[in-house]
């Protein structure tokens, strides 16, 4: 994956210490760190230390290599790709190797990169055995080696260093071959601490701080609607709100508690509002995760839900409340974060909450450029940060790394255990092994390629998403189909049980009649016509035939409709942004009553329709996986489009 940007960080090697940017009279002095993009690199905690001790010593048998590289050293961490958690380490202006987190050990690695073997070779501080010719990886290039280090440098008969091996009771095995070979720069390795780093970006920080309060400044007086920061009680978050106090004054503070969210994020959130003397809003999410995973299961990295239903329907709720013509919210959004914020604009909407207008003042800085603010500033940071955890909100979110997850374990037990139970019985009813909880595996719903990383890993471990996702459906709503065949133009859909319940046809007629569709009745059944298709809705079975392509979109709101009357988990969602306010929750879900203008918009903010019918229902409908990404689907600007035209955001 190719980012769109990437962070610029620089060294001096000088004073031996990161530069946010260089002042003129230093560029042709500095050098600019090559880091693995994004390059969102942080300083490090006494945790990280500790983590670093730790595994080098595992791997080497002693702290030799530690006290060479890192001790009294100003370090960075830079997160990179892997199966769970990994950073490169920065010290003296150069990557000298890889801190991982290995889940089949439950232990913290360390390996050294190309630069980080070759000082430690040029400084006898690590083992090394010389082969002659090609090695690969999984290679054995030595047996009955005695060494008590796990990790050895490989080396050609001319001293060029190829890769490392490790040393498994006595056999060496090729670990890594290095393909990209960085020489180490000289950055002298004088001992650095924050203060010294500060002093020396002085410059930067007035540079980034400047561009962001101009960049607030203009737009809250284009805007010229209250002004709201949006805080997590996370450091990005934090940040954020300092630029917005110390550019326009003063803010309302929201902040949305998922009912997730570890002690110290609520007393974090509870003192900065206290400190700066500012109005707290919360929107509070209650039991609505727990109800929910009932209905939608363990939530995935690419099956969020729960974002929906704890996050952005509580933050509607109370916004929509609290300012309905619109606000100015300001978010801690960077763009290092992921590749969907990466490609995010600085100014956006968020379908889920279109009338607040969000934008963010520190898009384009690190972490490093964060950490910095905020120690220069001295602000209030969260305390879990010195813990070991790199990101906070919700302590189980699947976005998560077993690493975390493991800070969570050891941290806060009982949380961790009250998830646990939970997992376990879901485990149970979609039939997994324990390699499903144990490995994390229940963080992807789809058989995305980074899980299966880990299963390849698991021999005994067979991944079928098709025999998942209808255990998900008939362990939570209970409502699967059973065969799925065509006779002519029609194509039938078999359903383990009746679509409609026998006194569910008010609220069936009612969402029919929402989407602007033909409805009668037949026998026993409803036909639904539009000039797309024909769907016949009959006990147990749906049957349909399209006139063009966009008619499986008809098909698709029949679904929804049967779905939300089968397991609506009354969040409201749909009342919350119904313009004429016409809706209300019965036993079987959302009833709009008449007249409906057909906006549509109800069905378009349920998270039943958007999350377990679009991820889970149409994909083994159709029997694609991506099913949802089809072209025929209703697009977002279009969605934000009918808000416009309802009156619920600005022009």
Not at 95 to 120: C, I
Not at 198 to 205: F, Q
Not at 306 to 322: G, T
Not at 549 to 577: A, N, P, Q, T
Request: proline share 5%; glycine share 6%.
């Amino acid at each position: 994956m190719i980012w769109p940007v990437s962070a610029k960080i620089y060294w001096d090697p000088e004073y031996n210490v990161p530069i946010l940017k260089p002042p003129p009279d230093r560029e042709d002095v500095v050098f600019k760190l090559k880091l693995t993009e994004p390059g969102d690199a942080r300083p490090v905690f006494l945790r990280d230390y500790e983590k670093l001790r730790e595994a080098i010593l595992y791997e080497f048998g002693s702290l030799t290599v530690y006290d060479r590289f890192f001790r009294n050293q100003f370090i960075l961490f830079n997160k990179v790709p892997h199966w769970d958690q990994m950073w490169e380490v920065v010290s003296c202006g150069n990557v000298v190797g890889q801190l991982y987190y290995d889940p089949f050990r439950s232990k913290w690695r360390y390996r050294l990169n190309y630069t980080g073997a070759k000082l430690a070779i040029e400084d006898d501080l690590v083992d090394k055995v010389v082969v002659n010719g090609f090695i690969r990886e999984k290679m054995v290039i030595r047996e009955n080696y005695s060494s008590s280090s796990r990790q050895v440098v490989v080396v050609d008969r001319n001293g060029v260093v190829k890769g490392v091996a490790e040393n498994l009771g006595g056999r060496l095995i090729v670990s890594k071959t290095y393909r990209v070979r960085i020489e180490p720069r000289e950055a002298g390795c004088k001992p650095a601490s924050i203060d010294d780093v500060l002093k020396h970006n002085n410059y930067g920080i007035y540079y980034f701080e400047s561009r962001a309060k101009a960049f607030l400044y203009s737009m809250a007086s284009k805007v010229g609607k209250e002004v709201v920061v949006s805080y997590s009680g996370g450091k990005d978050s934090l940040v954020a709100l300092h630029l917005t106090l110390e550019t326009l004054g003063d803010a309302k503070l929201l902040f949305n508690n998922t009912g997730l969210e570890l002690p110290e994020t609520i007393e974090n959130v509870d003192y900065v509002a206290e400190k700066y003397g500012l109005e707290k809003i919360v929107a509070n999410a209650g039991d609505s995760f727990w109800n929910g995973l009932d209905v939608f299961g363990p939530p995935g990295k690419d099956y969020r839900w729960c974002c929906k239903i704890a996050k952005l329907v509580p933050l509607a709720r109370v916004s929509r409340r609290m300012w309905s013509s619109g606000a100015l919210n300001i978010v801690g959004q960077r763009a290092f974060e992921s590749l969907d914020r990466a490609r995010s604009p600085r100014v956006w909407r968020n379908r889920w909450i279109p009338h607040l207008l969000s934008i963010t003042p520190i898009q384009e800085w690190s972490q490093l450029h964060i950490w910095l603010y905020i120690f220069k500033y001295r602000l209030p940071y969260n305390k879990l940060y010195e813990l070991g955890y790199e990101r906070l909100g919700c302590y189980l979110c699947p976005s998560s790394t077993l690493a975390e997850f493991k800070e969570v374990k050891r941290n806060h037990p009982r949380l961790w255990s009250k998830w646990m139970d939970r997992l376990e019985d879901w485990r149970k009813r979609l039939n997994q092994p324990i390699e499903w909880i144990h490995y994390g595996l229940w963080r992807w719903l789809t058989p995305a390629t980074a899980k299966y990383r880990l299963v390849v890993k698991l021999p005994s471990y067979s991944a079928n998403w098709v025999d998942e996702y209808r255990a998900r459906l008939l362990n939570g709503i209970g409502l699967v189909f059973t065969k799925v065949f065509r006779e002519g133009e029609y194509t039938t859909v078999l359903f383990n049980k009746r679509l409609i319940p026998i006194d569910a046809d008010q609220a069936f007629i009612g969402n029919v009649e929402m989407l602007k569709l033909g409805l009668s009745r037949e026998d026993s059944g409803w036909i639904i016509r539009s000039n797309d298709s024909e769907i016949l809705v009959k006990d147990n079975y749906l049957k349909y035939k399209l006139f063009n392509e966009k008619g499986f979109e008809d098909v698709v709101d029949m679904l929804k409709i049967i779905y939300r009357i089968h397991g609506c988990v009354k969040c409201g969602s749909c009342m919350i942004w119904c313009p004429q306010k016409r809706i209300k929750l019965s036993n079987y879900g959302p009833i709009p009553s008449l007249p409906c203008i057909n906006c549509r918009i109800c069905i378009e903010v349920c998270p039943i329709a958007e999350m377990l019918v679009e991820r889970v229902v149409v994909p083994l409908l159709t029997n694609r996986v991506d099913a949802w990404r089809r072209s025929t689907r209703v697009k977002r600007e279009d969605i934000i489009k009918s808000f416009r035209s309802m009156g619920i955001i600005s022009p």
